[in-house]
C-alpha cells in the first residue's frame, strides 16, 4: 500500500464536502445580489439594471435626482429588511432543528412566532413609554421567551407519537393559545385594530430605514451567536452522552441558540409581523443540497433565506399591482405544501 496515495485520497475527499460547500456559498451570494437587483429595479416605476446597479455602487448612474430618491428611500429600504428578516427566520429555523434534532423545528411551529405576537401586540397597544416602537422588540421578546418555554415543557411531557409530533403539537397548542389572547386584545381595543391586523398578515413595508435601524441590532447579535456556535451543534448530533465525552456541554449550547434564535425570530416579528414556513422551507432545501451539518447549513440558511424572503416580498408586491398581497400570505402559500412533505417524511422516521 502507498501511504502517500492513501494520504492523497483522503485529503481529496476531505475537500469534496469543502468544494460543495464552496460551491453552494457562491450561489447564495448571487442569489442575495440577484434579489437585492430585483427589488430596486422593479416596482411602479421601472428602473433598468444597469443604472441601478451602478446607482448602488455609487458610480454615474444616469438616473434622476427622483428616481435615486426612490431607490436610497424607498426600495432598498424594504428590499434590505427582507434580506435581514429572511435571514434571521431561516437560520433560526435551521438553529431550532439543529438544537431539537427535530424537521419540524420552525419559529411558527413552535409557537415562539405567536408567543412573540402578543408580546408585540400587547406593546401596540399599550399607553405611555411601553407604546413606543423600541419597546415591541422586547415585549416580543418576552412573549417569545414563554412560548419556547411552555412548547418545550409540554412536549417532552406529552410523548405522544414521537418527539417530532409531540413538540409539534404543544407548538400548535402553544401558538392557539397566544393567538387567542392575542384576538382578545384586539377587541378590546378597537381604535389599534387596522394597524394590529395588517401586522398579523406579515408586510415589509417601510416608510425608511427605521425599521432596518429597529431590526439591524437584535439580526446582528442573533446571527452572530448562531453562527458561532454551529460548529457546537453538529457535536450535539452525536448525542448528549457524547458531547459531553468531547468536552461540550449539551445544556448550555441548547441554552445559548434557542435564547439567540429567539431574540432573532421575535425582533423579526416585531417589525414584520407573523411571516410563516420560512424557517422550515429554507433549511430544508439547503440540507437537501448539502446535508445535515449545522456548520454548512447555517451559513447557507442566511443567505438563501434573505434572498427567498426579498423576492418573495417582490412578488407579493407585484403580483396584484397596484394592491399588494401581504407577504405572510404568499410564504404560507409556498409552505403549507412543503410542510406536508417534510411531516409525512418525519412521520415515517418516527415509526
Known amino acids: 500500500m502507498n501511504p502517500t496515495g492513501t494520504a492523497a485520497g483522503r485529503s481529496e475527499q476531505?475537500?469534496?464536502?469543502?468544494?460543495?460547500?464552496?460551491?453552494?456559498?457562491?450561489?447564495?451570494?448571487?442569489?442575495?445580489?440577484?434579489?437585492?437587483?430585483?427589488?430596486?429595479?422593479?416596482?411602479?416605476?421601472?428602473?433598468?439594471?444597469?443604472?441601478?446597479?451602478?446607482?448602488?455602487?455609487?458610480?454615474?448612474?444616469?438616473?434622476?435626482?427622483?428616481?435615486?430618491?426612490?431607490?436610497?428611500?424607498?426600495?432598498?429600504?424594504?428590499?434590505?429588511?427582507?434580506?435581514?428578516?429572511?435571514?434571521?427566520?431561516?437560520?433560526?429555523?435551521?438553529?431550532?432543528?439543529?438544537?431539537?434534532?427535530?424537521?419540524?423545528?420552525?419559529?411558527?411551529?413552535?409557537?415562539?412566532?405567536?408567543?412573540?405576537?402578543?408580546?408585540?401586540?400587547?406593546?401596540?397597544?399599550?399607553?405611555?413609554?411601553?407604546?413606543?416602537?423600541?419597546?415591541?422588540?422586547?415585549?416580543?421578546?418576552?412573549?417569545?421567551?414563554?412560548?419556547?418555554?411552555?412548547?418545550?415543557?409540554?412536549?417532552?411531557?406529552?410523548?405522544?407519537?414521537?418527539?417530532?409530533?409531540?413538540?409539534?403539537?404543544?407548538?400548535?397548542?402553544?401558538?392557539?393559545?397566544?393567538?387567542?389572547?392575542?384576538?382578545?386584545l384586539q377587541q378590546r381595543n378597537q381604535d389599534d385594530i387596522r394597524r394590529v391586523y395588517s401586522w398579523i398578515l406579515g408586510r415589509l413595508s417601510t416608510s425608511g430605514w427605521h425599521d432596518v435601524a429597529l431590526l439591524a441590532p437584535y439580526a446582528v447579535v442573533s446571527l452572530a451567536v448562531l453562527l458561532a456556535y454551529r460548529r457546537r451543534l453538529d457535536v450535539l448530533a452525536v448525542g448528549d452522552e457524547e458531547a459531553l465525552s468531547l468536552g461540550a456541554d449539551p445544556r448550555r449550547i441548547r441554552l445559548v441558540v434557542v435564547l439567540a434564535a429567539t431574540l432573532g425570530t421575535a425582533a423579526a416579528v416585531a417589525v414584520s409581523g407573523l411571516i410563516v414556513f420560512v424557517g422550515i422551507i429554507v433549511p430544508h432545501l439547503v440540507r437537501m443540497m448539502v446535508g445535515a451539518s449545522a456548520r454548512i447549513v447555517l451559513p447557507l440558511s442566511l443567505l438563501f433565506g434573505a434572498a427567498f424572503l426579498a423576492l418573495t416580498d417582490l412578488v407579493a408586491r407585484t403580483i396584484l399591482a397596484p394592491a399588494e398581497l401581504p407577504i405572510g400570505v404568499v410564504t404560507a402559500f409556498l409552505g403549507a405544501p412543503f410542510f406536508v412533505l417534510v411531516l409525512r417524511s418525519s412521520h415515517q422516521r418516527d415509526r
Not at 434590505?80 to 431550532?96: D, F, H, K, Q, R
Not at 413538540?167 to 387567542?180: K, R
Request: charged share 10%; glycine share 16%; aromatic share 8%.
Open 14 to 184: 476531505a475537500t469534496g464536502p469543502q468544494r460543495l460547500a464552496g460551491r453552494w456559498l457562491g450561489a447564495g451570494l448571487v442569489a442575495v445580489a440577484v434579489a437585492v437587483v430585483a427589488g430596486v429595479m422593479i416596482g411602479p416605476v421601472r428602473l433598468g439594471p444597469g443604472p441601478v446597479i451602478r446607482e448602488l455602487v455609487q458610480l454615474r448612474s444616469g438616473l434622476s435626482d427622483t428616481e435615486s430618491t426612490i431607490v436610497w428611500q424607498f426600495r432598498l429600504p424594504r428590499v434590505v429588511l427582507g434580506l435581514m428578516v429572511g435571514a434571521v427566520l431561516a437560520t433560526g429555523g435551521g438553529a431550532y432543528q439543529a438544537t431539537f434534532r427535530n424537521p419540524l423545528a420552525d419559529p411558527y411551529l413552535l409557537g415562539v412566532a405567536g408567543g412573540a405576537g402578543f408580546g408585540a401586540t400587547l406593546v401596540l397597544v399599550s399607553d405611555g413609554a411601553w407604546s413606543s416602537p423600541a419597546m415591541v422588540p422586547l415585549g416580543a421578546f418576552a412573549g417569545a421567551i414563554v412560548a419556547m418555554a411552555l412548547t418545550y415543557l409540554l412536549g417532552r411531557a406529552a410523548n405522544y407519537g414521537g418527539a417530532t409530533v409531540s413538540l409539534v403539537l404543544a407548538g400548535v397548542a402553544v401558538s392557539a393559545f397566544f393567538t387567542a389572547m392575542q384576538t382578545y
